[in-house]
C-alpha cells in the first residue's frame, strides 16, 4: 500500500464515521467494522419477560427507546425518560405508537414521578444511577432491573488516546459499589452478576464513531484535536489487524423492601 493510498483510506474512513448520525442507541453502522461480544443473561430478554407481569414500569435514560421498543408487551403505564433531546424525538417516535409516554428530563435531575408510582424501573447502560431516587419512585416490593457499564470498560481504547488512568477511575463504577449504593437506598439486591466481553474495531472509522457515540470514554475527543494518534492506530489496523479491547457489564437487580 502506498503512503498515498493509505492516506486516502484514512480520510475516507474518518469522514464516513464523522458524517454518520450518532442519536439513539442503535449500533447497526458498526456492521462488519466492529464487534462486541454480547453478555450471557440477554438483557432485552429478561427485561421484556418483567414488562410482561409489571403494571406500571419506567426505563431511565432509554436512549432512543430501541431497547424498551422491542419488547412485546408493555405495562398499562409505562414511561420512559431520556436528557439529549435527539434521542428524546427518536424515542417518541418509537414508542407513542406502543402507547408509551417519552419525558425530557435530565439525567442528573430529580425524577419528575410521585413516590411510589412504578412497580418496575429499567435502565439499560445509564450514565449514573441515582439510587436515591429509584427507591422513592418504586412501590414497596417493586423491582429495578438494569444492565450498568462495569469498571474499566474499553480502557484499551481510553488509555490510548488519554494514557494510564489513576485505580481510582479504573475501579469506578464496580458492581460491588452498586450494590452498596441500592442497599443504602433502602433496596435489597437480589442478583447481581459481572462479564468481560472482547470487543474488534476492524477500521479506523469505527474508532472515530465509538468515540462520537460513547462521549464519556474520551469527554474531549475530536478527530482534530486526536488525528497523530489516530493515524498511528489506523497503521497498526492495516499491519497487524484488529484493534482489540475488553468491555465490562454487569447486571443487577433490586427490589424495594
Same mark, same amino acid.
Given at each position: ?5 493509505? &492516506? ?11 458524517? @454518520?448520525?450518532? %442519536? ?5 453502522? /458498526? ?14 430478554? $429478561?427485561? @421484556?419477560?418483567?414488562?410482561? *407481569? ?6 431511565? #435514560?432509554?436512549?432512543?427507546?430501541? =431497547?424498551?421498543?422491542? +419488547? ?7 414511561? @420512559? ?14 414508542? *407513542?405508537?406502543?402507547?408509551? @409516554? ?18 418496575? =424501573?429499567? $435502565? ?22 438494569? #444492565? ?9 481504547? =481510553?488509555?490510548?488516546?488519554?494514557g494510564p488512568q489513576p485505580e481510582e477511575v479504573?475501579?469506578?463504577? +464496580? ?27 476492524? %477500521? ?24 497523530? #494518534?489516530?493515524? $498511528?492506530? *489506523? ?10 479491547? &475488553? $468491555?465490562?457489564? /454487569? ?7
Open positions: 500500500m502506498t503512503t498515498g493510498h493509505a &492516506h486516502r483510506m484514512y480520510e475516507d474512513l474518518v469522514r464516513e464515521a464523522v458524517d @454518520a448520525p450518532v %442519536d439513539g442507541w442503535d449500533f447497526s453502522w /458498526f456492521e462488519g467494522r466492529a464487534t462486541e461480544e454480547r453478555p450471557p443473561w440477554g438483557y432485552a430478554r $429478561s427485561m @421484556a419477560e418483567r414488562l410482561a *407481569h409489571a403494571f406500571a414500569a419506567l426505563d431511565i #435514560q432509554t436512549g432512543g427507546g430501541e =431497547v424498551l421498543a422491542a +419488547a412485546p408487551a408493555l405495562p398499562p403505564l409505562t414511561v @420512559a425518560t431520556e436528557g439529549w433531546p435527539p434521542n428524546v424525538t427518536k424515542a417518541t417516535a418509537l414508542l *407513542h405508537p406502543r402507547g408509551a @409516554a417519552v419525558v425530557a428530563s435530565p439525567e442528573d435531575a430529580p425524577l419528575p414521578f410521585a413516590d411510589a408510582s412504578f412497580d418496575l =424501573v429499567t $435502565s439499560r447502560h445509564p450514565v449514573r444511577t441515582y439510587w436515591h431516587e429509584i427507591a422513592r419512585v418504586l412501590r414497596p416490593g417493586g423491582i429495578y432491573f438494569s #444492565q450498568q457499564v462495569g469498571p474499566a470498560s474499553a480502557f484499551e481504547v =481510553v488509555e490510548y488516546f488519554l479504573r475501579t469506578a463504577r +464496580a458492581p460491588e459499589r452498586a450494590r452498596a449504593d441500592a442497599q443504602a437506598a433502602g433496596l435489597e439486591v437480589v442478583d447481581l452478576r459481572e462479564t468481560r466481553l472482547r470487543m474488534e474495531f476492524h %477500521d479506523i472509522g469505527a474508532v472515530v464513531h465509538f468515540l462520537r457515540k460513547v462521549i464519556w470514554m474520551v469527554p474531549d475527543f475530536t478527530v482534530e484535536r486526536y488525528e497523530p #494518534q489516530l493515524r $498511528s492506530l *489506523h497503521e497498526r489496523i492495516g499491519t497487524e489487524g484488529p484493534f482489540v479491547a &475488553h $468491555s465490562t457489564r /454487569f447486571l443487577i437487580e433490586a427490589r424495594k423492601r
